[in-house]
């Protein structure tokens, strides 16, 4: 709530006398504690900086630890040293401007012009600095403004220029002469405020002499906190570590330049001087070895704290750990709605939620207080916010003390809104809203017709649960992330919670064409779904299935589709041809959802996907769907077609093969000889799964429940029951055939340059059959192939994702429909050109 | 509002578009494969595909790793397979090692003999006169054209190495074509118009040969359209390319997703990636761009050019922990005084 105050952030370079200002202590004794164990004054946890042990009070403003904020110390260097991180921006400088008269090289009627230039930029619409600069740049690019640094006469004082040079990371040359700091110190302090101007630097801001550091800030120590460790001993942090360091050096130079040492040593320890500030600043700086603590392992110093994805900007700003939440495996729960979640007692006597006591409801309030078990309250926060636990001993105290503006933190109950959460979250569907019912066991329990959008399975998942505490963020779940608000896809529009697996098998033996059932088996499915009337009998004692599915239908609902050349007609609430399939109620491609949802709305469509996965699975269960052994025997028939797919592709192989040997193919382009023999030959190789899946479908029906599960989309497809029952086919790595192995051969059980399609990875056994060892060594070729790029592809699109967000999180919709980004510039003017919203497109009207 | 919707139908207002645009473009791209090449089907032109492809246009490569084109031809020529071929013929860029059967050369003399084979030289429909001009146009060299032969004499010898980069330059010079194009092929429509596909992008070239109807040479380069069509038309090729993509891969996505991501990288009137060198490396704010990549180099630099950070944006807010200013987070809640009042 006080974030709200802070209006803009303004970065600037620090002075060597605001570092003075800041400062509590100069810090002078490279060293932490004395010999008894306390802090020495004047080190580098002088009590000054502010405390971390307990207990102690901060010597300059007197707070605890948890009331101290920590004050910058300082430590000034003998002799100045370059900022590291700086080099490259001091580098520039010294190009552009002149080493005698410290102007920039360029006429006053040049330098006009650049900056009318400027002006002209920085007036227009963008004012942020890198639009600025590239703008620059690009002007720069056209000739239009000459480059400094390329100016071989300065136009002011006329001296000839001469050449800088930088050497990483901190080294700067002047016609291959070594210039000190304080020299470059001195040549930036001299460059005018108007010349920087013209740069693109903000002298109110930023001193360029200032990269040269002479005042060291040291930060408090709560920001490089020492821990002890079990041993009673203490264990600096790595910044304290480098900062004795740098203490150390500057204090040996100091006592050397005092003795009058000899001007190399001192060079010498002003170079180490400079490479300890320079890992203290960035460990990871190229050039320069990494500092090590004595356990070799690498220093973590400033900017590896700041840096990456385990750095402070994306580890603890960007993403915070937070309470009132859990973690636990998941289970399914056929009787839950979708929109609810099972939560375990043991989590929901834990998490809580506020009760925001007011004039109104203070009398519910006390009673909640005064509970002493279950639906109980666990924390009173008083009006001053000081949270106190209600025990045994307080609770009548506390009852006594409740008045409005209090707020009492009570346990879950059924009903409050939660929010799951299953990682990766991919999109905005990983997390949702669910209403919270409170289970026995330890497992957080979802319906199984959510799992889709979570991308969950039960073989031992494990689901976040959130429990928003603010009441509008309660508002925002209940009303903007509940699953059934939620049922189209805001990716294409489609229904992404729908049928699945053995619910699309029930529905498909249901609604087939001459499916009946008897009245004892029609009415527990119908009851099942809480349907207390019979349909209309298709024969004596015998009823459709099509009635039976029809009575989920509401009473007015027409629809008339034709899917995949089947044609489907739904009259006046009854199923009249057709059968209801994927494409009807899958995920992806509902198409009776989709009017259902259009015509009756969310809620409808919502019990409506549970009544029929509920239904579905009865029947399922009922005319039982197993699949075994028998269904991976082939009939003669098929086994006879598939000798001849095998021989056929065979006798295809060869003949490439002889084409190729006898140079006739016809090369593809950008390819050569071999690869195209190759490309052609596998292609060839791989249709035989084609043609034995195209036996399969006019060989084996829906008798074989393979054969169905694949056919109604519910689980594996027909390529998986081809590899199970007639050949595994060609094996791919890398999607060529496999290549390399011994010398001239994949496995050493061929002759050498064997070119046959056995020899390069094609497998006509099937795992029903069992695989010949050779050809048991190709298949895990392939499969480790596949293994490895599935690992690939998931870093590359996680990536990928990252850097689409990072792009256009920014941007929103705006009153007028125009999609904005953050500065409020356009980048569409209506929203996809019609302003549709994306989940919604699918729906007519 | 666009008219005969319903108004049920419309956008929320504040909806963080440009996140729901990348989710739905992210999540799918789990499934998508690696395999740039897969299949590669015989003799038609080869393109990059799956995940590889939405990478390369998302992040604006110059150089795609397979451009190529589409031509249309004009339409009095269009169904004339012969006026086709010509034109095809200008197209593929033919080296002349192409259309040779082999070559002698003596580096010491600096003489190099090109032996023509004449099969492919009447496939392409070209003499031997016409490639001797041609390559007397370099400066190099001098040719002269002997019946099956051409032979190549070398102007000024500096040693056997030049002589030899020589040799090999003219062995890979284009004797017919436009440079960039590996390969092209006559396709026909179900109509019987003719059209052709080619490997490699050239619009600028292409669009000098009569008969091409210069308005309507497809690329999957967005960068080439861009350079020959304007802006409009490479945004239409990045979001036409990543659909035909997803598409390919049996994936959906609406287009909506596609167009702000498209729209998004064409803002500025030039092809932007959306990493950390194009759109998410400018962004206004110094915290949102130090969130991101390269925090330390985005720190110093604000602190150089005391740059300000207006905390407008997603990523800012949400490391200062204030509330973010899309979605709800657009929205005040207020309640009028008169309804307190009448609460008490």
């Known amino acids: 709530m006080h974030a709200e105050s802070i209006e803009y952030i303004k970065f600037t370079t620090i002075s060597p006398e605001q570092i003075k200002k800041m400062s509590v202590a100069r810090l002078i004794v490279p060293d932490t504690y004395n010999d008894e164990g306390y802090p020495i004054d004047s080190g580098l946890i002088d009590q000054r900086l502010g405390v971390i042990d307990p207990g102690l009070r901060c010597k300059t403003c007197g707070g605890r630890i948890k009331t101290c904020p920590g004050h910058f110390g300082h430590i000034e260097l003998v002799r100045p040293v370059i900022h590291p991180e700086f080099a490259k921006t001091i580098y520039s400088l010294l190009q552009s401007t002149c080493h005698s008269c410290h102007r920039i090289l360029a006429t006053q009627k040049e330098a006009a012009e650049v900056k009318e230039k400027v002006a002209e930029i920085v007036s227009s619409d963008e004012l942020d600095t890198a639009t600025v600069l590239s703008t620059i740049e690009e002007e720069v690019g056209k000739g239009k403004i000459k480059k400094p640094k390329s100016v071989k006469k300065c136009p002011h004082c006329g001296a000839q220029q001469r050449k800088i040079k930088l050497e990483r990371p901190t080294f700067f040359y002047i016609d291959s002469n070594k210039m000190k700091a304080d020299e470059i110190r001195d040549w930036l302090s001299k460059i005018s405020d108007d010349d920087l101007k013209l740069l693109g630097m903000d002298p109110s801001a930023t001193r360029p002499e200032w990269f040269v550091i002479t005042v060291l800030l040291v930060p408090p120590v709560n920001v490089r906190p020492s821990i002890t460790l079990e041993s009673g001993e203490r264990s600096e942090d790595d910044l304290t570590h480098k900062l004795v360091d740098i203490m150390r050096i500057n204090q040996r130079l100091e006592q050397d330049i005092d003795a009058g040492a000899p001007q190399i040593i001192i060079d010498d320890l002003w170079e180490l001087l400079q490479y300890q500030v320079t890992t203290y600043f960035n460990n990871e700086t190229p050039g320069i070895p990494v500092a090590r603590h004595r356990s070799t392992r690498p220093l973590k110093t400033l900017a590896q704290r700041l840096k990456g994805k385990e750095g402070r900007l994306r580890y ?3 993403g915070k750990r937070v309470n009132f939440s859990a973690r636990t495996v998941i289970s399914p729960d056929a009787s839950l709605t979708i929109n609810q979640v099972g939560v375990p007692q043991k989590i929901a006597e834990v998490l809580t939620i506020p009760l925001y ?6 009398d519910e309030a006390k009673r909640y207080l005064e509970r002493k078990e279950y639906p109980m309250v666990l924390n009173v926060i008083t009006k001053e916010g000081m949270r106190k636990r209600v025990t045994e001993v307080n609770r009548e105290e506390l009852l006594k003390l409740v008045e409005p503006g209090y707020v009492l933190e009570r346990q879950l109950v059924n009903g409050d809104v939660g929010l799951m959460n299953r990682q990766p979250t991919l999109h905005k569907l990983s997390i949702m809203a669910h209403t919270i019912k409170v289970i026995p066991g330890r497992t957080l329990r979802i319906h199984v017709s959510a799992c889709n959008p979570y991308n969950a399975d039960f073989d031992g998942d494990e689901m ?8 509008e963020a309660q508002a925002e779940a209940r009303y903007l992330m509940q699953p059934r608000d939620l049922i189209l896809s805001p990716r294409d529009g489609e229904p992404i919670m729908a049928l699945q697996e053995d619910e699309l098998i029930g529905i498909f033996l249901l609604t087939r064409e001459g499916a009946t059932f008897t009245k004892r088996e029609a009415c527990s499915l119908l009851a099942g779904v809480g349907v207390t009337d019979l349909p209309k009998q298709a024969s004596k004692g015998k009823y459709s299935g099509k009635a039976i599915f029809s009575m989920i239908l509401p009473k007015d609902f027409s629809f008339d589709g034709k899917l995949g050349g089947e044609k489907i007609s739904i009259e006046k609430g009854e199923l009249a041809e057709g ?21 009756y709305g969310s809620e409808f469509v919502n019990t409506f996907i549970l009544n029929l ?13 197993t699949v075994s052994v028998k269904d991976y025997y082939n009939a003669d028939q098929v086994n006879k077609e598939l000798t001849a797919i095998i021989d056929g592709t065979r006798k295809k192989a060869d003949e490439l093969l002889k084409k190729y040997k006898e140079k006739k193919l016809d090369q593809l382009p950008g390819y050569t000889r071999k690869e195209t023999f190759e490309i052609e030959v596998m292609a060839e190789l791989e249709s035989a799964r084609t043609l034995a899946a195209n036996v399969l479908r006019k060989y084996v029906g829906p008798e074989n429940n393979t054969q169905l599960m694949a056919m109604v989309k519910a689980r594996g497809n027909i390529l998986n029951f081809v590899q199970t029952s007639m050949l595994l086919g060609q094996q791919a790595v890398r999607g060529r055939r496999p290549q390399r192995g011994y010398r001239g051969r994949v496995l050493p059980y061929f002759t050498r340059r064997d070119n046959t399609p056995e020899a390069k990875g094609f497998i ?8 010949k060892p050779v050809e048991f060594f190709m298949h895990a070729m392939g499969s480790r192939d596949s293994a490895m790029s599935k690992s690939l592809v998931i870093a590359q699109s996680g990536y ?5 967000i990072n792009a256009m999180q920014d941007f929103y919709v705006g009153e007028d429909l125009s999609v904005r980004d953050a500065a409020g510039a356009l980048v569409q003017t209506i929203y996809g050109g019609d302003g549709i919203d994306p989940s919604k497109e699918k729906l007519s009207e | 509002m666009a008219k005969g919707k319903k108004e049920s139908l419309i956008m929320t207002s504040g909806e963080a578009v440009g996140t729901l645009a990348a989710q739905s473009i992210g999540e799918p791209s789990t499934q998508m494969m690696l395999r740039a090449f897969h299949s590669a089907g015989i003799s038609s032109v080869i393109t990059t595909r799956g995940l590889p492809r939405v990478i390369e246009l998302i992040d604006a490569r110059k150089r795609p790793r397979n451009p190529g084109m589409i031509i249309r031809i004009e339409k009095k020529i269009s169904k004339d397979y012969e006026k086709v071929r010509e034109i095809w013929r200008k197209l593929e860029d033919v080296k002349l090692s192409a259309l040779m059967s082999g070559y002698d050369e003596n580096l010491r003399s600096g003489v190099m003999t090109v032996h023509l084979d004449p099969e492919r030289l009447s496939s392409y429909e070209i003499t031997g006169r016409t490639i001797a001009a041609k390559l007397g146009k370099r400066e190099d060299i001098t040719t002269e054209q002997d019946e099956k032969d051409i032979v190549v004499k070398i102007k000024k010898k500096e040693g056997v190495k030049s002589t030899r980069t020589v040799f090999v330059n003219v062995l890979n010079s284009s004797i017919i074509g436009i440079p960039g194009i590996n390969k092209a092929v006559v396709q026909q429509d179900e109509d019987g118009t003719f059209y052709i596909t080619t490997s490699g992008s050239n619009i600028g070239e292409a669009m000098k040969i009569d008969g091409i109807e210069k308005e309507d040479i497809y690329s999957n380069d967005p960068f080439e359209v861009l350079k020959n069509y304007g802006v409009e038309a490479a945004r239409n090729t990045i979001a036409n390319e990543l659909i035909s993509t997803i598409k390919e891969e049996g994936l959906t996505v609406s287009y909506r997703h596609i167009g702000l991501v498209a729209d998004a990288m064409t803002l500025t009137g030039e092809i932007k990636s959306a990493g ?31 740059e300000t950070d207006r905390l407008s944006g997603v990523a800012e807010n949400i490391l200062i922990g204030k509330q973010i200013g899309v979605g709800t987070g657009r929205i005040r809640l207020g309640v009028r005084k008169e309804d307190i009042k009448k609460l008490k």
Do not use: D
Not at chain 1, 589 to 596: C, M, Y
């Open chain 1, 316 to 318: 603890n700003l960007s």
């Open chain 1, 357 to 362: 006591v007011t004039k109104w409801n203070i």
């Open chain 1, 464 to 471: 976040n649960l959130h429990v928003p505490q603010s009441l």
């Open chain 1, 579 to 599: 059968t209801i399939t994927v494409k009807l109620v899958g995920e992806g491609n509902g198409a009776l959802l989709i009017k259902l949802f259009e015509q």
């Open chain 1, 613 to 625: 996965s509920k239904l579905a699975v009865a029947v399922s269960a009922m005319m039982g769907v």
């Open chain 1, 764 to 771: 006509t056994s099937s795992f029903f059959t069992g695989l």
């Open chain 1, 800 to 804: 990928l994702q990252r850097r689409l």
């Open chain 2, 276 to 306: 950390r060198h194009g759109i998410a490396g400018e962004k206004a704010s110094v915290l949102a761009r130090a969130a991101y990549e390269e925090t330390v180099k985005h720190f110093i630099n604000a602190g150089v050019f005391g």
